[in-house]
């Protein structure tokens, strides 16, 4: 059985060869939101809009082909919808979100170029939120009934040039945002980023 110190000294080695091959990096840009809008199962067409996303990121190098990245985002969801007669009514959502990108180096050229593909689980929490009815825009006052996790997938290719990188995402949501029966509201949306790695 090992002791106290053994396990110490174990996990202080392992988190030191683990930062060997790990880079903490920053990643911004925007996502093309949009939502899959179904009401009695009828589908209600929906426009994108265009939100802000944020990151900071940590890359763990498994080895020369996979990676693994965590990462904390502030992402902006929603969509806009038209109303006949009335006009627009435009709903933007701000998450705080965690994913954890799996990422498959496809072509490695130089020495720290490369071209890869990616699969990202994510979480998010909804923080706030806005709705804006022709030119008037108000903040949305949540309950406790309201659904305020969203849970999703993401999947991308990027590339990145020494430690500069570029990508793009497509999310797809899979939680139910709407409590209402009868009623669904799933987030979805094209993310592009660029960011840099240190």
Same mark, same amino acid.
């Given at each position: 059985? +090992? %002791?106290?110190?053994?396990?110490?000294? !174990? @996990?202080?080695?392992?988190?030191?060869?683990?930062?060997? &091959?790990?880079? /903490?990096?920053?990643?911004?840009?925007?996502?093309?939101?949009?939502?899959?809008?179904?009401?009695?199962?009828?589908?209600?067409?929906?426009?994108?809009?265009?939100?802000?996303?944020?990151?900071?990121?940590?890359?763990?190098?498994?080895?020369?082909?996979?990676?693994?990245?965590?990462?904390?985002?502030?992402?902006?969801?929603?969509?806009?919808?038209?109303?006949?007669?009335?006009?627009?009514? +435009? %709903?933007?959502?701000?998450?705080?979100? !965690? @994913?954890?990108?799996?990422?498959?180096?496809?072509?490695? &050229?130089?020495? /720290?170029?490369?071209?890869?593909?990616?699969?990202?689980?994510?979480?998010?929490?909804?923080?706030?939120?806005?709705?804006?009815?022709?030119?008037?825009?108000?903040?949305?006052?949540?309950?406790?009934?309201?659904?305020?996790?969203?849970?999703?997938?993401?999947?991308?290719?990027?590339?990145?040039?020494?430690?500069?990188?570029?990508?793009?995402?497509?999310?797809?949501?899979?939680?139910?945002?709407?409590?209402?029966?009868?009623?669904?509201?799933?987030?979805?949306?094209?993310?592009?980023?660029?960011?840099?790695?240190?």
């Amino acid at each position: 059985m +090992k %002791t106290i110190k053994q396990w110490v000294v !174990l @996990a202080i080695l392992v988190l030191t060869s683990t930062a060997a &091959f790990s880079q /903490a990096g920053i990643r911004v840009g925007v996502n093309l939101a949009n939502q899959n809008y179904k009401v009695l199962d009828e589908s209600l067409e929906t426009n994108s809009i265009v939100g802000l996303n944020a990151a900071l990121v940590y890359n763990i190098a498994v080895s020369d082909l996979f990676s693994v990245q965590p990462e904390l985002h502030f992402i902006q969801k929603g969509s806009q919808l038209e109303i006949p007669i009335l006009g627009d009514f +435009k %709903t933007t959502l701000n998450y705080l979100e !965690l @994913a954890v990108a799996a990422k498959f180096n496809i072509v490695n &050229f130089g020495e /720290a170029n490369k071209v890869y593909a990616a699969v990202t689980p994510s979480a998010g929490y909804l923080m706030s939120g806005t709705s804006k009815f022709g030119d008037e825009s108000e903040p949305i006052e949540f309950d406790d009934d309201s659904n305020r996790m969203d849970f999703g997938i993401g999947l991308g290719a990027g590339v990145q040039f020494g430690g500069f990188f570029v990508d793009i995402r497509y999310n797809i949501g899979f939680a139910n945002l709407s409590n209402l029966e009868d009623e669904s509201v799933k987030n979805n949306g094209i993310l592009i980023g660029l960011g840099y790695m240190f």
